[in-house]
């Protein structure tokens, strides 16, 4: 094993200019001390919950089960790392107030990993979706710090190269002494890279491990139908007002609620609804849906989720766009039908859930998101049907937290 981390050790500097340059030319460089195991040190009797969530995705889907550990372990430090910067941030803005440390995961070498082991001192490691790294999952192994991946998954793209290489990564997954994954799908995709069945269980999905707000929502919506578009940014704005004013001329008891992602696009949603000849009010001025009041602007912060609650269908903004989407779920865990436009590489892996479900919709052209809230509103059966697999989806995947916190 002194000859691979030889080996492992020289690469590594090979490799580090390059990635050094990259990192800098794009503004992105970050966290070089603690990723070379320069992070704070803790003692044996800390006992420490150790938690590796890469970037944003996956520090999003930790939220609710870092609270959970906190509540069911409090006399453990916890510990979460990041890979990424913009995971970092995410991270201390999130888990200030639950994590005892929150700092970078080591580079994959045995200088970093070492040190990062020796001041850490993991009572157990997860590692969060699919992060394998197969020296940190030998050096854990070598120390007897279980390590386990929790809310595994490999996706249809990456998994044919997983396949190809399935003879290292049956090396290194038998390292690790557990795999919780999403569906089962992703358990026999582990299985078939190399990891021994035995190991891998299925747990469901964290991101749906979210709870209904008790609080009551009175925006008039009592006798209409809303199409709620939550989180829109600007080129989505005029695609959901002109799809809303050609639904509407067939059904008239369709209203529209929308809320900009930054509310500095109120006046431009303003201007869109007027060119429109639709009237709107202000859901800061107490407005509410009436027959003479098409549109509410959602102009206030921290409601939409709540509001989701009041509408019949849903559009999940930021995804005809760059942005890469926003979370469905908020919209889904009220049993309402979402269609998203094609960018949601954020949330892929709900938005796959979903449309393999029938819970929800990933459409290409704002012609195909027209056409799909029209079968929506036209089509009682289909409106029905997607209802209820909004609810199948969460009965089947609820349960991720309780499973990991009874595994820890």
């Known amino acids: 094993m002194l000859l691979l981390e030889i080996i492992i050790t020289i690469l590594f500097f090979i490799y ?13 460089s970050h966290g070089w001390k603690e990723k070379f195991g320069g992070v704070k040190t803790f003692s044996k009797e800390d006992k420490v919950i150790h938690i590796h969530c890469c970037s944003v995705g996956e520090a999003l889907a930790i939220e609710n089960l870092l609270k959970s550990v906190r509540e069911n372990f409090p006399d453990n430090k916890i510990v979460v790392t990041t890979f990424t910067y913009a995971g970092q941030q995410i991270a201390q803005k999130k888990f200030a107030g639950i994590a005892d440390y929150i700092t970078y995961f080591p580079f994959d070498m045995p200088i970093s990993v070492n040190r990062f082991l020796d001041k850490i001192k993991p009572s157990a490691s997860l590692i969060v979706e699919t992060e394998i790294w197969p020296y940190y999952a030998y050096s854990c192994k070598k120390r007897g710090i279980p390590l386990s991946i929790i809310n595994a998954r490999i996706s249809d793209l990456s998994y044919p190269s997983y396949k190809r290489m399935k003879p290292f990564f049956s090396l290194v997954l038998n390292n690790y002494d557990s795999v919780y994954a999403q569906s089962q799908e992703d358990c026999e995709k582990f299985i078939s890279i190399g990891m021994k069945p035995e190991k891998v269980e299925l747990m469901g999905n964290l991101k749906f491990d979210i709870q209904i707000s008790a609080d009551k929502v009175d925006v008039g919506q009592e006798g209409f139908r809303v199409f709620l578009a939550g989180s829109t940014h600007k080129p989505e704005n005029e695609i959901v007002i002109s799809a809303y004013k050609k639904l509407k001329s067939k059904a008239c008891d369709l209203k529209l609620m929308i809320a900009p992602r930054h509310l500095e696009r109120v006046n431009d949603i303003k201007e869109l609804l007027s060119q429109y000849g639709l009237s709107y009010a202000l859901r800061s001025k107490g407005g509410k849906f009436s027959e003479n009041t098409d549109v509410i602007i959602l102009d206030t912060l921290g409601e939409l989720k709540n509001m989701y609650s009041a509408c019949d269908l849903a559009f999940v903004g930021g995804s005809f766009n760059n942005t890469g989407g926003h979370n469905p ?17 954020n949330f892929k892996d709900i938005y796959d859930i979903l449309s393999k479900s029938g819970a929800g919709k990933v459409v290409k052209t704002s012609q195909e998101f027209y056409e799909y809230l029209e079968r929506l509103l036209n089509d009682k059966d289909f409106y029905e049907q997607t209802r209820n697999a909004c609810k199948n989806v969460f009965d089947s995947q609820r349960g991720a937290i309780d499973f990991v916190i009874n595994k820890i």
């Open 329 to 345: 779920l908020e919209a889904s865990i009220f049993e309402k039908p979402v269609v998203s436009g094609p960018a949601v590489f």
């Open 16 to 28: 580090l200019p390059f990635f050094f340059i990259e990192r800098v030319l794009h503004k992105k």
